[in-house]
């Protein structure tokens, strides 16, 4: 027996997975480069000489005998080891002997239960020892209850990417193909036969393994089903792994929902606190599987013959006693052609807290038996995630820390944990190199949206001050620095105020009007630009003629972005809009003029429409009366005046074309028109508050169409919507639209 220590020793190396570990731990990469070394341990060191002969293991890998029932020998085998694989079960009748040796020792552990009431007692009696010697304690590391755990992992980190969104639901669909192990039917007998039922009970409680409980769905039903938005909805049945899955998922939750917790309260780091936040599922969480079937028929009929079959197995031991004789035994598996052919998908839907609800599916899968083969590689690679940085990112040793960078913080800790609260992104990263698993994660509504944009035959889009933001503009309403929020627009915004004090308005106006022409449009303006370049919308949105876009701001930023884009002389020859004339400024525009005599339009961009205007200093009080007189105000025919010979130079006062309270929108009946034949809505910055653009959403939708909301937050339309995207526009309108390398294309200096 080797005395030499190693960073990993394979506890029941002989037994059929324990082969199947040690076989792929010899070729892993980073072992043959020398990275780590392990060792191989069972109680038969005659078993142990025919292993190293079976696979022709390098003299490197050292040979531990140690019998399990000895607990001398397991802390001697441990403390030779900084990682400990534990593959002997049933783990409910010996493995506690090896998680006390590793907690006692800071050695840290993974193993392959699905014994969630075996967990339960490791908890309670090694979680505190383990956080004090920093030992991390990792059961169910294989396909108990790693695919689970991870799919539930990566549709919150899509969400949080999305928004500040918490998890309302989480439900994961398998589907599986795979042998089962004569190791795996001893340990359902041992549960079966061993385990008082009282702790079976207590155990099979919903959080009954977390420290924190969240939300539930209820128990056990015939039919299951998924419903993704824009999906034919997933009929499903009950899953003999689902229950063990889901106490470990719902162990995940509680356990960074305690984090959270405590860093709000015991005043950690800013930086801490938000880590915690990020991960955190959110206190309203709840989580159910099932096992994917063709049809609601075969589902109900499954889950009947599978919960008749299992209640006569647990309460008739004479039939318990007669399948022993039939079963394989334990150390034998599946045929290396069975498991090559095996392979698991787990799709989960995750639904956010919101009103509406933000949808997210992620696709996780295999390629392989999941019980075993892929086992092998996810309990190796957790184990390994524990010493080394994955191979596609290298990172120097932590100067701070044994562990490699990039673990969650719940692993510098120790305790008992889980695959993703222990090894989080490293493991997925470690799993990926492999090429044996992969996965898709991406918000529904997106997918969903884009399809709905593809079959749109009349797109519109609303747009209102939130698509300004980014370029500095103030937005009218909810905000400390929005527009009314600082002036009265009583006093600012009326054809009264103008006639009373003309002066007054044309400072605060010429004000606006300056900042507005050093403004620069955003990523936002831009990506709605592209709807108006016909090889674009010929992607995106195949079936639509060129959308109108009906826009509330007066900045001119979108009508200059459609400026620039070319139309080609056969959009001419067709007739086609230029981009230009895509645009409807419902509100007016702060370029452009009206004689308030001759009622000429004139629209200019020089930087002040009268001499006098220039020596107004921008960061005056704007109550500090100017000295400037009426006569000094811009006029009809005026300084830098472009109008035409023939009319427009009467010399009346100028007004901005600028919507004011009281007056109608121009072109309104023609926008009226327009919404009753949209099929489809993009609403874009605005708080839906003003009418009538606060009543389109609403007109559409009671059309049959569908409307799309892009916000920086929530807003009254939202009831309206079937999509809702939060975030800055200048972000969620490139990302969802896929304009991305259009922009850059069309506006490569933007």
């Not at 049933?90 to 493995?95: A, C, S």
């Not at 009954?208 to 209820?218: A, D, I, K, Q, W």
């Not at 031991?317 to 039939?326: E, T, V």
């Amino acid at each position: 027996m080797s005395t030499t220590s190693s960073d990993i020793v394979v506890f029941g190396a002989t037994g059929f997975t324990g082969r199947l570990i040690t076989r792929y731990l010899v070729s892993h990469p980073q072992f043959t480069q020398g990275s780590f070394s392990f060792a191989i341990a069972a109680r038969s060191q005659s078993k142990l000489h025919a292993l190293v002969q079976e696979l022709k293991l390098p003299s490197s890998i050292n040979i531990v005998q140690v019998d399990v029932t000895d607990f001398k020998s397991v802390e001697a085998a441990v403390q030779r080891a900084r990682v400990v694989i534990n593959t002997i079960g049933p783990y409910w009748r010996w493995g506690t002997p090896v998680v006390k040796a590793c907690a006692r020792n800071g050695v840290h552990y993974v193993d392959l239960t699905g014994e969630s009431v075996w967990i339960k007692d490791i908890v309670n009696e090694f979680d505190y020892l383990a956080t004090k010697t920093g030992a991390i304690i990792v059961p169910s590391c294989g396909y108990d209850s790693v695919p689970s755990d991870v799919s539930a992992y990566l549709s919150n980190k899509t969400l949080k990417a999305h928004g500040d969104y918490d998890v309302a639901t989480s439900i994961s669909g398998q589907i599986v193909r795979g042998g089962i192990s004569g190791g795996t039917l001893n340990t359902i007998f041992t549960i079966l036969e061993d385990v008082p039922q009282d702790k079976l009970r207590e155990s099979a409680r919903d959080y009954s393994l977390s420290p924190v409980r969240g939300e539930v769905f209820p128990a056990f039903r015939l039919l299951y089903e998924q419903v993704i938005p824009g999906e034919t909805s997933v009929p499903g049945s009950f899953f003999l792994m689902a229950p063990g899955n889901t106490k470990l998922v719902q162990r995940t939750f509680g356990l960074l929902e305690l984090q959270t917790i405590t860093a709000t309260q015991s005043g950690s780091s800013a930086e801490a606190t938000k880590i915690a936040r990020r991960e955190r599922y959110g206190s309203s969480f709840a989580y159910e599987e099932f096992l994917i079937m063709s049809s609601r028929f075969s589902a109900i009929a499954f889950s009947t013959m599978f919960m008749t079959g299992f209640l006569l197995l647990a309460r008739l031991s004479p039939l318990r006693w007669l399948l022993k004789k039939f079963v394989p035994a334990p150390g034998s598996g599946p045929s290396e052609e069975s498991m090559e052919k095996g392979f698991f998908e787990i799709i989960n839907h995750t639904t956010s807290t919101s009103t509406p609800p933000v949808h997210v599916k992620t696709v996780f899968k295999g390629d392989r038996d999941p019980g075993y083969a892929l086992t092998a590689i996810m309990i190796s690679e957790s184990a390994l995630s524990l010493l080394l940085p994955p191979i596609s990112k290298p990172a120097p040793p932590s100067k701070t820390s044994s562990l490699p960078e990039g673990l969650p913080t719940l692993a510098k800790k120790g305790g008992i944990l889980t695959p993703m609260t222990a090894f989080g992104d490293v493991l997925i990263t470690r799993l990926l190199d492999t090429g044996r698993f992969s996965y898709e994660s991406h918000i529904v509504d997106q997918v969903s949206f884009r399809a709905a944009l593809t079959r749109a035959k009349n797109v519109l889009i609303l747009s209102g001050a939130g698509l300004s933001a980014a370029s500095g503009i103030a937005t009218y309403r909810n905000a400390d620095d929005s527009l009314w929020n600082n002036f009265d627009p009583k006093k600012y915004a009326t054809p009264e105020a103008f006639k009373k004090d003309p002066v007054d308005l044309w400072t605060f106006y010429h004000r606006r009007r300056s900042a507005y022409l050093l403004a620069k449009p955003n990523a936002a303006h831009y990506a709605l630009a592209t709807l108006a370049h016909p090889p674009t919308l010929a992607r995106i949105a195949p079936s639509t003629a060129q959308p109108i876009h009906v826009t509330q701001n007066v900045d001119a930023l979108a009508l200059r972005v459609l400026e620039s884009l070319p139309s080609s002389q056969e959009d001419k020859d067709a007739g086609t809009l230029s981009p230009a004339d895509s645009i409807i400024e419902m509100h007016g525009d702060i370029f452009v003029t009206r004689c308030t005599s001759c009622q000429h339009l004139q629209r200019s961009y020089a930087p002040q429409l009268a001499s006098a205007l220039a020596d107004l200093e921008k960061g005056q009080d704007s109550d500090a009366k100017p000295q400037l007189t009426v006569d000094q105000l811009p006029k009809c025919g005026g300084d830098g005046w472009a109008g035409s010979n023939r009319y427009g130079r009467c010399g009346g006062l100028l007004r901005p074309e600028v919507v004011w309270f009281g007056e109608m929108p121009p072109r309104s009946g023609e926008i009226a028109r327009k919404m009753s034949g949209c099929d489809m809505l993009l609403v874009v910055g605005t708080s839906s508050i003003v009418r009538p653009a606060a009543d389109y959403a609403a007109q559409v939708k009671k059309n049959g169409g569908t409307v799309a909301i892009f916000n920086l937050g929530r807003s009254n339309g939202d009831e309206d919507a079937d999509f809702v995207f939060i975030g800055p526009c200048e972000e969620t309108l490139p990302e969802v639209l896929q304009v991305k390398e259009d922009i850059a294309q069309l506006w490569p200096d933007m």
